[in-house]
């Protein structure tokens, strides 16, 4: 079993940057890879980005490449999200998730464990 817990969300005006976090509990956050999705009011849930268990593989949806950065810290059982340049696009829940297996995730049916989300609101 593990425990997700974002936090980092906020409100952050246009062209600004967030950073936010994931906390895992567990002994095998290690063996996971790991995803940041998010959903806007209305919204289907989206996927943003993926990062394989060591952290040595990553990728970005569209929306998001060259804007964001996913990494992960396995010795303090934590996944960040990075992000920059944002716009009032961008706002919505923001939800990490924990795969269960080692390789690259790209859609929610491939996660088994989720967090509560946290909010970013970007201002125009």
């Known amino acids: 079993q593990v425990q997700l817990v974002e936090s980092g969300g906020g409100l952050v005006q246009a062209g600004g940057s967030l950073r936010l976090s994931c906390a895992a509990s567990?002994?095998?956050?290690?063996?996971?890879?790991m995803g940041w999705f998010r959903q806007a009011p209305g919204k289907e849930r989206e996927f943003l980005a993926t990062?394989?268990?060591?952290?040595?593989?990553?990728d970005y949806a569209n929306s998001v490449k060259g804007r964001f950065i996913i990494s992960r810290d396995n010795a303090k059982n934590t996944v960040y999200l990075q992000m920059n340049s944002l716009t009032p696009e961008d706002t919505a829940v923001y939800y990490c998730?924990?795969?269960?297996?080692?390789?690259?995730?790209?859609?929610?049916?491939?996660?088994?464990?989720w967090g509560q989300g946290t909010q970013v609101t970007v201002s125009s």
């Open positions: 998730a924990a795969k269960g297996t080692y390789g690259l995730g790209y859609s929610d049916n491939a996660y088994k464990y």
């Open positions: 567990g002994r095998t956050f290690s063996s996971y890879a």
């Open positions: 990062i394989n268990w060591s952290g040595g593989l990553t």
